[in-house]
């Protein structure tokens, strides 16, 4: 390999939070004329090496070259000055401002002191033609434009700043096929004009048609550097999840039932998704089965769950619940259909973290019951008490704030919350994450307990061993599609591997 064609590299590189080390020496090298795609699942360290290179946050260990010389980047200022430049995945723009305004803000060219309007016009008109064949009228306000129009404005701008290198920061998470497909095919323009892109995305089959070189990390550590071209799927998903294909192989599990299709449905969704989020599905959920999705970040899983909920609306299709076909739900009327939704993310989603222990476990309960038929005290009380109890919350009081509890407690609390709903239908999405082996072990044998007791468990999990061991069925998805489907003992980790990355190749 010609080093003489390096553009930047990154030695050694370690970043450090309290009580977290999310980059530990990392080493990462782009080349000129090249597009190097990050991968990861969530907390890799994927975000952090982009913030540590973009300024947003400053290295405690390592060395940054860019173009064999050794510099400092203290703030997004000084790594824009060096001819770094980012695209994220929420476009950063004006929406009230025009195309021009937003593409030379804090840049605009000047006339004899003000800005030369028609000048800043013209440029940005020929940018956007010459460099992204996007025809636009650039004295409109941006909000007059699609998110597909906006990302490019946002690239048109970090391109003009560019000198050399161009990081898209999971670019393609807002957009259709026909605007990925045109995304693709500006960013390999820009590659043969000389230009260096890091790319940073989720989506597995994207990465295999843009792609020169792929790096790998996990758990904030380099799992290793490889030629898009010579690293097979399933592969790149052993090295993302850190599972071994062929050990994988190996392992037995639990011998669950092969037939449960004479259980009764309990959802039935028939071309039900949202533009932008999941593409339209089908899917059956029956009573007293645990059915599990999964998949890598990004695959849908938690989307088509936040879907069948109504915390996002859908957008096409309808779905059944218990015989009542809705074109969309919400979730006041999923609750009063018997639906409860533990969230992925319990500190942003879940707990209120200024409420008490108790007040967090009845409010879903409340909020069903509606302001007006409000729960006595000491109903509460006892609500509280029944599944601190059942579930063993580790807590001097019910009146704690729950912000004092372990996560592992916190996760309880919140089960706690939607089983005091009696639900019919639980939805787990990623219960066991962030918290210890033991309260990890506690939440598993209570999701099983639960599935005895008739409850019906919609699981999702990254980690393939828990989905091995509860499930009944597993749904796989990727790149915002149902792919594949595993009953009782076709549901072993190699076998899902194997369909998310498509076959192994």
Known sequence: MDDSNIVLEMKNISKFFPGVRALSNVDFTLRKGEIHTLMGENGAGK?????????????????????????????????????????????????????????????????????????????????LEERLNLKVDVKKALNNYSVAVQQMVAIARAV?????????????????????????????????????????????????????????????????????????????????????YGEIQKSTRIKKETNNTKRERFIVANNFGRAGSINSFNMEIRKGEILGF??????????????IFGIDKSTSGDITINGKKYSYIYPQKAIEEGLGFCPEDRKIEGIVGDLTIRENIILAMQA???????????????????YIDLLRIKTPSMEQKIS?????????????????????????????RGIDI???????????????????????????????????RVIILRDRNIIGELVGDEIEESNIMKTIAGGVR
């Not at 033991?438 to 007791?453: D, V, Y």
Request: charged letters at 25%; aromatic letters at 6%; one cysteine or more.
């Open 47 to 127: 975000s952090t090496l982009i913030k540590v290179l973009t300024g947003v946050y400053k290295i405690d260990e390592g060395t940054i070259i860019l173009r064999g010389k050794e510099i400092k980047i203290s703030s997004t200022q000084e790594a824009q000055n060096h001819g770094i430049s980012t695209v994220y995945q929420e476009v950063n723009l004006c929406s009230n401002l025009t195309v021009a305004e937003n593409i030379y803000i804090g840049r605009e060219p000047k006339k004899n002191g003000s800005i030369d309007w028609k000048q800043m016009n013209a440029d940005a008109q020929k940018l």
């Open 368 to 386: 069903n019951r509606g302001i007006f038929k409000y729960l006595s005290m000491k109903k509460q009380q006892e609500i509280s008490q029944k």
């Open 404 to 432: 004092n509890l372990s996560g592992g407690n916190q996760q309880k609390v919140i089960l706690a919350r939607w089983l005091a709903t009696e639900p019919q239908l639980l939805i787990l999405d990623e219960p066991t």
């Open 438 to 472: 033991g309260a990890k072990g506690e939440i598993t044998e209570l999701i099983l307990a639960l599935a005895k007791q008739g409850m019906t468990i919609l699981f999702i999990s990254s980690e393939l061993p828990e989905v091995v061991k509860c499930c009944d």
């Open 160 to 244: 003009d700043i560019s000198q050399g290198i161009l990081i898209l920061d999971e670019p393609t998470s807002s957009l259709d096929d026909n605007e990925v497909k045109q995304l693709f095919k500006i960013m390999k323009k820009f590659r043969e004009e000389g230009m260096s892109i890091i790319f940073v995305t989720h989506f597995l089959d994207q990465v295999y048609e843009v792609s020169d070189k792929l790096t790998v990390l996990r758990n904030g550590k380099l799992v290793g550097t490889y030629d898009a071209d010579k690293l097979s799927r399933i592969e790149l998903v052993s090295k993302m999840i850190g599972k071994d």
């Open 294 to 307: 999964a998949g890598l970040l990004g695959s849908g899983r938690s989307e088509c769950a936040r879907t």
